[in-house]
């Protein structure tokens, strides 16, 4: 038998077991590549790495299936193979997804799109919109996210493949289930994962177990929820394939504080983090962890609740940190440049060098004073000048306000990259004015995010209108803008703004890091009051209402399901009562 009969043997034999036997496919893939790398043949070393990382990713293994993904990539790059560099790029895009590098598996997705589009391969077409939809999911624009697998739908019809019809029916389902349609959310999902099973999917009817799970939940069918979770564990188990165990398993944990069951949550929860560290699904692990909290707000254990948010924000920012970094590494030479002050006091000024010197290191300090400032509060910046650090504090009444840009991400497409930094940045900067009016402290920007607090590091009692009043100029602001835009014909920007008010926990954590932040339920009450709210519209708590209806025009919403929250007051605030 010749080497490459040899070599199509194994893989055979690791395609034909990557759902029943992975370790044995695992053990395959390695033995072709060796065989492959002996050969010099890079075209079957490209073949063998790319189903080693599809392996790697079916055990969990993900970092492992990242790296083995990129050096096929490079051989099939090197062979010129297009199709193949497709296949590869969009399981990178997959993997990536998976870990939370969004950006990362946006660039590979649309990669292999573009190839495939020019080599009109409408089912691989299909498969990539089916990925892009899941990246749109995790970055929370389900307005992209549906025309991307309503897309996909469409060519998986044309050319009649069953599997990604199924799939998207799996998506377009999961995507129904989170806008509260859960009538079509249930047509799409019913038999799927009995489907997937006849496809020989396992993977999918894992998943589709776990959306049916997902489904009754957030329709209040607990008993039923749960089935479909424990079902879910039990195929995950039987077919050796550890995606969506950890989906499941927190899924348990978070269905059973909403039933009451609080102590039985802590095993589930306390399994889903630890495989998904395992597994490095930091999305899985970040969301655990904010169903942590719950568990331990419920069990009354305030401390390790306030530990696990914190890990969560660690989880939630660790992407977006480099602006952070940056600021930090400025921050040390502030320290060095007062070091060198005062040993040019000591010597004092004995030359006209030395007293050049002098200037230019005041000159540092006080650019750097000005960008420490950027980064706290005041009073915040002169503790850590004064003693070198700056405690956690608690806050008991405090307004905080979320701010997003709506479809951001399908208008920002139509900008170029120098009109998109210009354009928000021209907002952001309109906010930093209007928040400085009104005794309001600026936390963070996440991409097009905007987040701020009324009452701390100074608490006082007008909090809620302080913020009530800035969001309306915010709005005002916003207004006038797009008047501008549309009387020159060119695209705008909407927001829209939610706001709670309540106890956080604010200081400077991290050693890695280094940012002023907020923590507590009121904090996650806030985002999700953001999420519910409308375009150019403010959603507000209940909390928030009671400190404003007596001096702001309010319409109450009713109660209206949030994540993690279950069903909550809202109110739109409308105006200032005689404003």
């Known amino acids: 038998m010749t080497h490459t009969a040899t070599i199509e043997e194994m893989l055979a034999f690791a395609r034909a077991n990557i759902s029943i036997d992975i370790a044995a496919a695992c053990v395959?893939?390695?033995?072709?590549?060796?065989?492959?790398?002996?050969?010099?043949?890079?075209?079957?070393?490209?073949?063998?790495?790319?189903?080693?990382?599809?392996?790697l990713f079916s055990q969990g293994q993900i970092p492992s299936a990242i790296e083995q993904i990129r050096k096929a990539i490079a051989l099939r790059e090197t062979i010129g193979d297009r199709l193949k560099i497709s296949v590869s790029l969009n399981s990178l895009g997959i993997f990536l997804n998976e870990i939370g590098d969004?950006?990362?598996?946006?660039?590979?997705?649309?990669?292999?799109?573009?190839?495939?589009?020019?080599?009109?391969?409408?089912?691989?077409?299909?498969?990539?919109?089916?990925?892009?939809?899941?990246?749109?999911?995790?970055?929370?624009?389900?307005?992209?996210?549906?025309?991307?697998?309503?897309?996909?739908?469409?060519?998986?019809?044309?050319?009649?493949?069953?599997?990604?019809?199924?799939a998207n029916h799996l998506n377009l389902g999961l995507l129904y289930t989170n806008q509260g349609g859960f009538e079509r959310a249930q047509e799409c999902l019913d038999g799927l994962s009995e489907l997937f099973i006849s496809l020989k999917d396992s993977r999918n009817a894992i998943n589709a177990l776990n959306a049916f799970g997902t489904l009754c939940y957030k329709s209040k069918q607990?008993?039923?929820?749960?089935?479909?979770?424990?079902?879910?564990i039990e195929l995950s188990r039987e077919t050796g394939n550890s995606t969506g165990m950890e989906l499941a398993l927190m899924n348990i944990g978070e269905t059973k504080i909403r039933m009451g069951l609080v102590a039985e949550a802590k095993p589930f929860l306390d399994e889903a983090i630890a495989l998904a560290e395992k597994n490095s699904q930091r999305?899985?692990?970040?969301?655990?962890?904010?169903?942590?909290?719950?568990?331990?707000?419920?069990?009354?254990?305030?401390?390790?609740a306030f530990d696990a948010l914190r890990s969560y924000s660690d989880l939630k920012?660790?992407?977006?940190?480099?602006?952070?970094?940056?600021?930090?590494?400025?921050?040390?030479?502030?320290?060095?440049?007062?070091?060198?002050?005062?040993?040019?006091e000591i010597n004092h000024l004995k030359n006209i060098e030395l007293k050049q010197a002098f200037d230019n290191l005041h000159h540092e300090k006080m650019?750097?004073?000005?960008?420490?400032?950027?980064?706290?509060?005041?009073?915040?910046?002169?503790?850590?000048?004064?003693?070198?650090?700056?405690?956690?504090?608690?806050?008991?009444?405090?307004?905080?306000?979320?701010?997003?840009?709506?479809?951001?991400?399908?208008?920002?497409?139509?900008?170029?990259?120098?009109?998109?930094?210009?354009?928000?940045?021209?907002?952001?900067?309109?906010?930093?004015?209007?928040?400085?009016?009104?005794?309001?402290?600026?936390?963070?920007?996440?991409?097009?995010?905007?987040?701020?607090?009324?009452?701390?590091?100074?608490q006082y009692d007008d909090h809620a209108a302080h913020m009530a009043d800035a969001a309306l100029d915010m709005l005002s602001f916003i207004d006038q803008h797009k008047k501008k835009k549309i009387t020159a014909g060119k695209v705008f920007?909407?927001?829209?703004?939610?706001?709670?008010?309540?106890?956080?926990?604010?200081?400077?954590?991290?050693?890695?890091?280094?940012?002023?932040?907020?923590?507590?339920?009121?904090?996650?009450?806030?985002?999700?009051?953001?999420?519910?709210?409308?375009?150019?519209?403010?959603?507000?708590?209940?909390?928030?209402?009671?400190?404003?209806?007596?001096?702001?025009?309010?319409?109450?919403?009713?109660?209206?399901?949030?994540?993690?929250k279950g069903e909550v007051d809202m109110y739109f605030l409308d105006s200032k009562i005689g404003g």
């Open 28 to 55: 395959a893939c390695e033995s072709a590549i060796e065989l492959s790398r002996t050969e010099h043949d890079q075209t079957y070393e490209g073949e063998a790495r790319h189903l080693h990382a599809q392996v």
């Open 102 to 166: 969004y950006s990362g598996a946006l660039e590979s997705s649309f990669r292999s799109l573009c190839i495939n589009e020019e080599i009109d391969n409408k089912r691989l077409i299909s498969i990539v919109l089916i990925n892009i939809g899941s990246i749109y999911h995790r970055l929370n624009n389900p307005s992209e996210e549906m025309k991307t697998y309503e897309r996909s739908l469409l060519i998986a019809a044309e050319i009649g493949d069953k599997s990604l019809i199924a």
């Open 222 to 232: 607990y008993d039923k929820a749960l089935e479909k979770y424990f079902a879910c």
């Open 283 to 304: 999305s899985i692990l970040k969301e655990a962890k904010l169903i942590l909290v719950d568990y331990y707000n419920a069990m009354g254990d305030f401390k390790n």
């Open 317 to 344: 920012d660790e992407l977006l940190n480099i602006q952070n970094l940056k600021q930090l590494g400025e921050l040390k030479l502030k320290y060095d440049f007062e070091k060198k002050e005062k040993e040019a």
């Open 367 to 458: 650019r750097s004073d000005k960008l420490l400032l950027n980064i706290l509060p005041e009073e915040v910046a002169e503790e850590l000048k004064q003693t070198g650090t700056s405690p956690a504090r608690f806050f008991e009444a405090v307004s905080v306000m979320f701010i997003d840009i709506a479809n951001f991400t399908s208008i920002s497409q139509q900008l170029s990259p120098a009109e998109l930094v210009g354009e928000i940045d021209f907002i952001f900067r309109g906010f930093d004015e209007i928040i400085s009016r009104y005794r309001i402290e600026k936390i963070k920007t996440i991409g097009d995010a905007y987040m701020c607090v009324a009452g701390i590091p100074v």
């Open 493 to 564: 920007f909407e927001i829209r703004i939610g706001i709670n008010s309540g106890a956080v926990v604010a200081g400077i954590v991290g050693s890695s890091k280094f940012a002023y932040d907020i923590w507590g339920d009121t904090v996650n009450t806030a985002a999700r009051m953001q999420q519910n709210s409308e375009v150019g519209r403010i959603n507000v708590s209940g909390d928030t209402y009671l400190l404003l209806h007596d001096r702001f025009q309010t319409t109450h919403r009713g109660k209206i399901y949030a994540k993690n």
